[in-house]
């Protein structure tokens, strides 16, 4: 029996990304193939923060309003395609993009038990239109990830 009615998911996402992270990784290493884009990453949110799952093992916390991963959270359900962020004010994008160099970004949304839990995305150091098999691709992904968490709930 899932419990997930009875509780907040954003409170779960923690003990998620433990039992995923091993998955996270994978797909943010095949994304960075299949794609060809220096950065992939799933973020799962966790209160006013996201941690983000990149190739390998590594991951990292940080603030919503401080990752580009982050997008698609704050326009809940949204994806988020951006070709060049040279042409996005500056004072609306996160600054951790900025100093990373990011020039373009495609960023689809995650949901688990139909809550928005997380976003899948792929960051560019040059200008890039993501095209429309690209971008419905990154959204099978999305669900996959989405589902992978609905058998631990």
């Known amino acids: 029996m899932s419990f997930y009615p009875k509780y907040n998911l954003d ?3 923690p003990h998620l990304g433990r039992l995923c992270a091993p998955n996270f990784h994978n797909t ?9 884009v220096p950065v992939a990453a799933v973020g799962l949110r966790e209160g006013r923060h996201v941690r983000l799952f990149y190739s390998g093992e590594a991951s990292q916390k940080l603030l919503i309003d401080d990752a580009l991963c982050a997008l698609p959270l704050c326009v809940p359900g949204e994806q988020i395609l951006v070709s060049d962020l040279n042409e996005v004010d500056e004072a609306l994008l996160p600054p951790l993009a900025l100093a990373l160099g990011m020039r373009s970004y495609a960023g689809v949304p995650i949901f688990a038990a ?20 690209e971008i419905q691709n990154l959204q099978i992904m999305a669900a996959k990830m989405g589902a992978l968490m609905e058998q631990y709930l």
Request: with cysteine; glycine share 4%; hydrophobic share 40%.
């Open 28 to 36: 943010a290493s095949e994304c960075r193939q299949i794609f060809s």
């Open 114 to 133: 139909r809550q928005l839990v997380g976003s899948l995305s792929l960051a560019d150091r040059k200008p890039r239109l993501f095209s429309h098999f």
């Open 11 to 13: 409170d779960l996402t």
